[in-house]
């Protein structure tokens, strides 16, 4: 009994360090304001956003860049008042709800983000933006499409988590970082060796299951052999995420990156919904994916003997399964799809050395909201968990809106603990 709890104790003493320590790592002594403007996934250039004090002081103006990132440090703790200037932004843009005002708060040694949500303007004789009943459902239906998008790119990385979970009963911390490290070598092989984006997409993916294969026979395998018990192996992920993520760091640096390759594109309007062509694309490569590892897992013999290994070890080792075997060919498949889901993520967004860690509680809430070790469970909670985190914006601020997954995520399982696709199971 005392050695567990002195082993929960280091968990939650490693956890909390894992997710609060590093979340503002970035430019040492980081002290003020930032944020990144985007258009439809597109970063938006020379916008200006000035900075007062809570009483209207000037503290500093500037301009956002190329990656529509800016930063703004300040040597007093408090209230601060960022203002966006609407003139400079795109012509056919304009913040969402015509609030370009925002009263955040700055706490000693942390950068508070802020967000301007950017959409597209109304075309000249359509209703404005911001009045009507039409327009509450054009922005549902835009939400929902991007909430889909980001759903999609969860579940990729979720279900990687929720197979190795399912087959060797490891929670995987350091799962976040194979997420980072995917998106790093494509970067790697596009800008570092100027491949176009698809071949060198899929030049990472496939050296990234190498790493996976690697990682398990070389470090997890061994420790299993060794009886290492599942708690001591979930501290040491732990520690793997924080070393990954400080060696990323240290090569790629502590900037945003982009890829070389489609950056600008001009939007595809679909009735309500407008977006760049790039997202239409990855989101049926990603539900294609999804769809085709199901069926794997359905109709292959790889599949069934995964599914079984995951019911029941010692029974398919006793039928004549190979567990280790079957175990290593997930970990590859696993830090494959993980490797896709942090490329897709970085043709979305930007590329920095924490953005696995920054989606990976959302991908730990996809996975116990769908079901723990359920290959359909995690893309089942994880669309839930991505519609929900952008619809929400209709009602509650761009900052709270992971805050309202969260506690969706605590609903449910309050009312069903094994998850929406989870089976029960008897304790005792």
């Known amino acids: 009994m005392r050695r567990?709890?002195?082993?929960?104790?280091?968990?939650?003493?490693?956890?909390?360090?894992?997710?609060a320590g590093p979340a503002h790592a970035g430019p040492a002594d980081c002290q003020g304001l930032r944020g990144t403007l985007k258009l439809q996934g597109q970063?938006?250039?020379?916008?200006?956003?000035a900075v007062t004090t809570e009483s209207g002081q000037p503290v500093k103006e500037v301009t956002s860049n190329a990656q529509g990132a800016w930063d703004v440090q300040v040597d007093q703790i408090g209230k601060y008042r960022v203002t966006?200037?609407?003139?400079?932004?795109?012509?056919?843009?304009?913040?969402?709800?015509?609030?370009?005002?925002?009263?955040?708060?700055?706490?000693?040694?942390?950068?508070?983000?802020?967000?301007?949500?950017?959409?597209?303007?109304?075309?000249?004789?359509?209703?404005?933006?911001?009045?009507?009943?039409?327009?509450?459902?054009?922005?549902?239906?835009?939400?929902?499409?991007?909430?889909?998008?980001?759903?999609?790119i969860i579940a990729l990385a979720?279900?990687?988590?929720?197979?190795?979970?399912?087959?060797?009963?490891?929670?995987?911390?350091?799962?976040?970082?194979?997420?980072?490290?995917?998106?790093?070598?494509?970067?790697t092989f596009n800008v570092g060796f100027g491949i176009q984006l698809i071949p060198a997409a899929i030049l990472a993916v496939i050296v990234s299951?190498?790493?996976?294969?690697?990682?398990?026979?070389?470090?997890?395998?061994?420790?299993?052999?060794?009886?290492?018990?599942?708690?001591?192996?979930?501290?040491?992920?732990?520690?793997?995420?924080i070393l990954l993520r400080n060696l990323i760091q240290f090569f790629f640096g502590a900037q945003n990156e982009n890829f070389s390759d489609y950056n600008t594109q001009a939007g595809i309007v679909v009735g309500p919904i407008s977006a760049a062509p790039k997202n239409f694309w990855a989101m049926g490569i990603e539900l294609a994916v999804l769809?085709?590892?199901?069926?794997?897992?359905?109709?292959?013999?790889?599949?069934?003997?995964?599914?079984?290994?995951?019911?029941?070890?010692a029974l398919a080792a006793s039928s004549g399964i190979n567990v280790d075997r079957v175990i290593r060919i997930i970990w590859t498949f696993g830090a494959a799809i993980a490797a896709l889901a942090g490329i897709m993520l970085g043709v979305s967004q930007s590329l920095k050395f924490t953005m696995g860690q920054d989606i990976l509680l959302l991908i730990f809430a996809g996975v116990t909201l769908g079901g723990l070790g359920t290959a359909f469970g995690a893309?089942?909670?994880?669309?839930?968990?991505?519609?929900?985190?952008?619809?929400?914006?209709?009602?509650?601020?761009?900052e709270l809106k992971s805050v309202g997954a969260l506690a969706v995520l605590i609903i449910v399982l309050l009312f069903r603990p094994q998850g929406i696709l989870g089976r029960r199971e008897r304790i005792g």
């Open 4 to 19: 567990a709890v002195i082993a929960f104790t280091a968990f939650l003493g490693g956890l909390i360090f894992l997710l």
């Open 43 to 49: 970063p938006v250039n020379g916008a200006k956003i």
């Open 84 to 152: 966006l200037d609407v003139s400079t932004l795109p012509q056919n843009s304009e913040v969402r709800g015509g609030n370009n005002v925002r009263t955040p708060t700055v706490y000693e040694g942390n950068c508070s983000t802020v967000l301007f949500a950017l959409q597209p303007k109304a075309a000249a004789g359509q209703p404005p933006a911001d009045t009507g009943q039409t327009t509450f459902w054009e922005q549902a239906a835009q939400l929902t499409f991007e909430g889909l998008n980001l759903g999609l």
């Open 158 to 187: 979720a279900l990687g988590l929720s197979l190795i979970y399912g087959t060797t009963g490891l929670t995987n911390f350091a799962h976040g970082e194979l997420i980072t490290l995917g998106a790093v070598i494509a970067y």
């Open 209 to 241: 299951g190498g790493l996976g294969y690697a990682q398990d026979r070389l470090f997890w395998g061994q420790l299993r052999k060794r009886g290492t018990g599942v708690i001591a192996m979930m501290i040491i992920s732990i520690g793997v995420a």
């Open 291 to 313: 769809i085709v590892v199901g069926l794997a897992l359905m109709k292959t013999r790889t599949g069934k003997a995964a599914r079984a290994v995951s019911d029941n070890p």
């Open 379 to 398: 893309l089942v909670g994880s669309l839930v968990v991505g519609v929900f985190i952008q619809v929400s914006t209709l009602w509650i601020p761009p």
